[in-house]
């Protein structure tokens, strides 16, 4: 949640969204909707903020308060801002076939083990950046699932398919490593 550029000359809004990122990241501390008024809500955030990072509590946002306000936002901000997207390159009609080897591997073959725990009949390979022959079977199986030609084969169309269904993947996986946790 960063300021939009409109609060550009509207330093209540931006503390109001400093601070409710802040508190995001730091359940301890209240939130503030960012409405631009400094009322009750946002001096009562202040003081709390300013009591935590050791600093007069009150309630008014002074030069080393704001200072301090701006060091903890970014760290937060990246706490609660969605994880950064990871865009894997391949060259323009690329294709990695069997026994190639190759940096994206690295990635696709961590995927497949996410795969292989979230959907049945998927089997995980190792981790070895070769495409080697139960990394070509579980990229088979994945392109079966997903009513693509069963190249066993990494090309553009196979890795947009891997990045379009990891989340949900991941999602699952993380049920299912949960269910497994409880269980023991």
Do not use: C
């Amino acid at each position: 949640m960063r300021p939009p550029e409109s609060f550009v000359g509207q330093p209540v809004r931006s503390l109001q969204t400093m601070l409710r990122v802040i508190a995001e990241s730091d359940r301890t501390l209240p939130s503030v909707i960012p409405d631009g008024i400094y009322g009750q809500q946002t001096a009562t955030a202040v003081s709390a903020f300013q009591r935590k990072y050791g600093l007069p509590a009150t309630g008014v946002a002074d030069q080393r308060t704001w200072d301090t306000i701006t060091a903890v936002y970014e760290p937060a901000l990246i706490q609660v801002d969605e994880a950064q997207p990871l865009y894997i390159i391949l060259d323009p009609l690329e294709i990695i076939t069997e026994n190639q080897q190759h940096p994206n591997l690295y990635v696709v073959q961590g995927m497949l083990q996410v795969f292989a725990l979230a959907y049945e009949g998927l089997v995980a390979p190792e981790v070895t950046g070769i495409l080697d022959i139960p990394t070509a079977q579980a990229l088979r199986s994945f392109q079966e699932q997903s009513g693509l030609p069963m190249t066993g084969t990494l090309d553009k169309q196979t890795w947009k398919h891997l990045a379009l269904q990891y989340p949900s993947a991941s999602l699952s996986a993380k049920k299912t490593l949960s269910k497994r946790d409880i269980e023991r």
